[in-house]
């Protein structure tokens, strides 16, 4: 079983910055993936990024592409999503999820593990 608590969550004028972090405990592997995706009010949950754990590789949804970092400290276990340049249509709570699989996946189904969420809240 893995747990993941995200943090770092808030209420940020539009134009601001925000970083989220997620740690990361139990039965966590190396040789996975990580993501973070986000629901706004109304809507259904959406891919924000991904990344794989040993190797670092990256990828974002184009809405974010350019504005926002995951990166992630191995020696932590702690995943971080950098949010710049923020915008109204940002706003939702964030997740971040963990994978069994090596690959970058987009789709909520392959990640099996799941925080609670952090809501973030960018005003105009």
């Known amino acids: 079983q893995v747990l993941l608590v995200e943090s770092g969550g808030g209420l940020v004028q539009a134009g601001g910055s925000l970083r989220l972090s997620c740690a990361a405990s139990?039965?966590?592997?190396?040789?996975?993936?990580a993501g973070w995706f986000r629901q706004a009010p109304g809507k259904e949950r959406e891919f924000v990024a991904a990344?794989?754990?040993?190797?670092?590789?990256?990828y974002y949804a184009d809405s974010v592409k350019a504005r926002f970092t995951i990166s992630r400290d191995n020696a932590k276990s702690t995943l971080y999503l950098q949010m710049n340049s923020l915008k109204p249509e940002d706003t939702g709570i964030y997740y971040c999820?963990?994978?069994?699989?090596?690959?970058?996946?987009?789709?909520?189904?392959?990640?099996?593990?799941w925080g609670q969420g952090t809501q973030v809240t960018v005003s105009s």
């Open positions: 139990g039965r966590t592997g190396s040789n996975y993936a």
């Open positions: 990344i794989t754990w040993s190797e670092g590789r990256t």
């Open positions: 999820a963990m994978s069994t699989s090596r690959y970058l996946l987009t789709s909520q189904g392959g990640y099996p593990y």
